[in-house]
């Protein structure tokens, strides 16, 4: 698919006379939306990119698209990491940033709805003297709205869910032109399809999102985060799995390789051992994380945990977790000049010693640097290869990437448990979800016949 | 849409070449499946029923029924409620209770693979020894696609969510005739569209559920239930508002009203006061059940609750859930010979003692005998209407429900929390989703184009 030049100027023209400069075609602002922050993959620009600042704006901007066969990229902070916003095929590029006020928040019902470019930390700010929060957490400080599209989780995922169960409605401005509200702010409903489920997770191919009703939670009363080094990979990937099936409600259950113990040391100014290491969080009163606690330091002294290393004032969890979230930047800094190409699976928890141990004895046979971090409690993990530009690393690194989605596919597992495929992933949905990807392939030109809703990303209609 | 009926004819001998006896047309079998068990609606029985062993015959049955224009409703234990297993147009019921095997249990990955056909309760049966159960319970002994198929919920998802939260994968064979495996045994995944979400909650409308991969927990090392009773309904509703907003775990909430427990008293031979009631329980470590029992005993004390009555053993607890999942039978024999009518609304908890208490005035207006009950943590409630057969009370039942419902929407709650569409429901869906329905007959049409699967259910394309 490429864009027809006569009627890419005309849709132009026709978006100029309605933003103003609200859209532009410099060279600059087409590159930055080329691939967005942090990704390995090769960009390729937008031929304009449009700043609307609401659902009606983009439903204009829409309707202006498909009259002239122009395709439409969704991006929100550009923080996505499997190519899921660049603009393959050209067209425009609908920038939600500016999108970014909160509409309401419903403190008495833990709700609250924004625009789609409203960021997780601009929330979490907006939200400090009500006493709530918005639990799900990335790592980067990625937009509500993309975040939604890539059915994103990260960290708190174990205890509060990911996207998709925190979500109870959106917005969203559909390819044939109209405004649809997926959802109202009951907790529940069996009201006909689940159209939010539908475009969480989507990517854009489906339609724009504009707004999103999330699920607010109460600040806990006690928090409580602890660092904890383990003798083994295995030992500490054992304990996790125990506390997990033993349904203790922690809050984050993250691994550290050593290898990202090292990177995270360097860059960060810690001092922690260099060691296969667990970063809990409890969360709950006092009593509760007491307990939480207890239960969690007698099963990690089973597998040779060394003692807890805590951090309970604010400042404190927050330099941890801070810290925790740079592994992308702390790996980087570990073999300046390589390309950093994060990847992720996840498997069924009784499968994650086997495939963690698996990938890094590949990744070490391979030649490669890759540091391991994990939202173990979840059975996700990433993979960050170190590649060296202009070698064969990058082919190599491949092949090991190939071998681990094979591998967690195997054992029940998944291609990507958060990143989302954009196209870093698209050879392996057919693998996973086999006929599944024919109905995906359905649902898609049912709702996107002309394939101009994030052309390429998904599943292929072309 | 009616059955060609020469096609009928070739379609139910092809049927009968692969099922021999697990075909039934006779007029008793025929009779059970027009409606299912607990329903108002009129019957309408199918042209014949099938018992299929497994999705092979599954998908053989689809083949045959598609190849000759012939409806098919699939059927788990009848216990919809508002009409959704119908035959409206005739056809073939898909009659899933002899696929009734446990396939898998992962004790170690909490989860299991179960037949559509499995209930809920032979299910926590067969897991009685692994120290897991699971968690969703709507009352009725109802089967686990049935329950996904409707989106099902009940007394414990205040705690541990609906069928929409529970399910991590489903095997679904689709209206073209293909088997698709939705998901993995992954906790969470980011690989392409939710079809796991698409399909839960559709009503059979857009494939036949075959087979459900559940998420299962561990048995709490406490579980304690308690009664206590309100002197008012706002008392009773306000204390959930509070303990919902305070974030305190509890596993169930449920009220009733003074009409209900008075019906509940004498059908279950219980002898509580006949007022606003809320049953508790409490699930947790000893020390969570007895911080949270604190914190909800303050809660209710200042709303004038009175004391807790407990059931602590497993019997006295079981005995108390009866008598809660007996009250549309107790309601019924409250007025012999009327026939029952539930219907079920949720809003935003907030909102809840408002949208109860104008209820219950609009059903005292209309000169109506209407108990209430409700999911009350969740926003969620049902008023069962028993309505005297060839009077005009089903005609004032059906305006209280229509305001009770048009009330819930204005609030940003919905038509319908665990019932379903159906048919009862069907006129509702425009005013919650307005244009969202269209992108639901986009589906429908995309997924069922023949328009062969449960056809009049959740959304008309005909």
């Given amino acids: 698919m490429a864009t027809n030049i006569q009627h890419l100027d005309t849709a132009v023209d026709e978006l100029r006379d309605l933003l103003g400069d609200r859209l532009s075609t410099s060279e600059s602002v087409r590159t930055h939306h080329a691939t967005g922050e942090e990704t390995y993959h090769s960009p390729s620009p937008p031929d304009a990119v449009v700043f609307p600042a609401s659902t009606e704006e983009v439903l204009a901007i829409v309707k202006i698209c498909a009259a002239h066969g122009v395709p439409m990229i969704p991006f929100g902070a550009g923080t996505s990491l499997e190519g899921n916003v660049i603009a393959l095929h050209g067209g425009v590029t609908i920038d ?120 607010l939670y109460g600040i806990p009363e006690a928090v409580s985060a602890a660092v904890c080094a383990f003798p083994s990979l295995e030992d500490a990937v054992n304990s996790v799995i125990l506390i997990i099936q033993s349904g203790i409600p922690v809050a984050r259950i993250e691994l550290l390789d050593d290898v990202q113990m090292d990177a ?35 099963i990690v002294a089973d597998f040779g945990g060394g003692d807890f290393q805590y951090a309970v004032s604010a ?50 046979e391979a030649g490669l640097i890759a540091p391991i971090v994990g939202h173990v409690g979840d059975g996700n993990f990433h993979v960050q290869f170190l590649v060296e530009p202009g070698t064969d690393e990058i082919d190599r690194a491949r092949e090991v ?62």
């Fill in 96 to 215: 939600l940033s500016q999108m970014n006020d909160v509409v309401q928040v419903n403190p008495e019902d833990l709700d609250a709805t924004v625009q789609a470019g409203v960021t997780r930390k601009q929330l979490n700010t907006y939200l400090r003297d009500t006493g709530l929060f918005f639990p799900v957490d990335p790592g980067a400080d990625a937009s509500l709205g993309g975040m939604a599209a890539t059915r994103a989780s990260g960290t708190n995922a174990v205890r509060y869910g990911t996207m998709r169960e925190n979500i109870l409605g959106l917005t969203v401005v559909t390819a044939d032109g109209h405004i649809v509200k997926t959802g109202g702010r009951a907790r529940k409903s069996s009201a006909g399809y689940d159209l939010t489920r539908l475009y969480v997770g989507s990517e854009g191919t489906l339609g724009i999102i504009t707004e999103v009703t999330l699920r």
């Fill in 401 to 462: 990437n190939g071998r681990m989605i094979a591998r967690a596919l195997d054992m029940g597992g998944t291609c990507t448990g958060e990143h989302g495929i954009g196209i870093g992933k698209l050879a392996y949905l057919e693998a996973e979800h086999g006929a599944g990807v024919d109905v995906m392939r359905q649902l898609k030109r049912a709702l996107d016949p002309a394939n101009l809703m994030n052309p390429g990303k998904v599943v292929s209609i072309s």
């Fill in 264 to 298: 995270t040391n360097r860059y960060s100014g810690m001092d922690y051992a260099v060691a296969n290491t667990l970063f809990f969080e409890f969360h709950g009163t006092d009593a509760s994380v007491a307990e939480q606690v207890g239960q969690v330091r007698d």
């Fill in 315 to 364: 400042e404190d969890r927050s330099k941890l977790w801070q810290a925790r979230h740079d592994v992308f930047y702390s790996t980087l800094a570990l073999r300046p000049g390589s390309l950093g190409w994060p990847t992720d699976v996840c498997v069924p928890i009784s499968r994650l010693a086997e495939c963690l141990l698996t990938t890094k004895e590949d990744i070490q």
